[in-house]
């Protein structure tokens, strides 16, 4: 059993910058790739950036250069830093965290977080 707890959100003007957190507890035997979704209201959840326990990162478009992911696998914790925040960036973020234990492979969501940006 994996719990994922999302910490950072809240309300900043356009410009301005937020840190999510993410940290996975419970005992695993490996975290695989982590990443951050978002979903705006009347809108499908869309991937945001996801890393790989290596380091490799995938940023959606949107993105790119203003937003940047990290991760501490000792910590079992990923971050998105958000710089030049935008209203279209007002979302809920979702966590995600791919999870094998030996035998299985599961998908894990954190509660979300609410970023609001305003204008």
């Known amino acids: 059993q994996v719990q994922l707890v999302e910490s950072g959100g809240g309300l900043v003007q356009a410009g301005g910058s937020l840190t999510l957190s993410c940290a996975a507890s419970?005992?695993?035997?490996?975290?695989?790739?982590m990443g951050w979704y978002r979903q705006a209201p009347g809108k499908q959840r869309e991937l945001v950036v996801a890393?790989?326990?290596?380091?490799?990162?995938n940023y959606a478009d949107s993105v790119k250069g203003r937003f940047t992911i990290s991760r501490d696998n000792a910590k079992n914790t990923v971050y998105l830093q958000m710089n030049s925040l935008k209203p279209e960036d007002t979302a809920v973020y979702y966590c995600?965290?791919?999870?094998?234990?030996?035998?299985?492979?599961?998908?894990?969501w954190g509660q979300g977080t609410q970023v609001t940006v305003s204008s």
């Open positions: 890393i790989t326990r290596t380091g490799n990162t």
């Open positions: 419970g005992s695993s035997f490996r975290i695989n790739t």
């Open positions: 995600n965290a791919n999870i094998n234990n030996g035998y299985y492979t599961n998908n894990y």
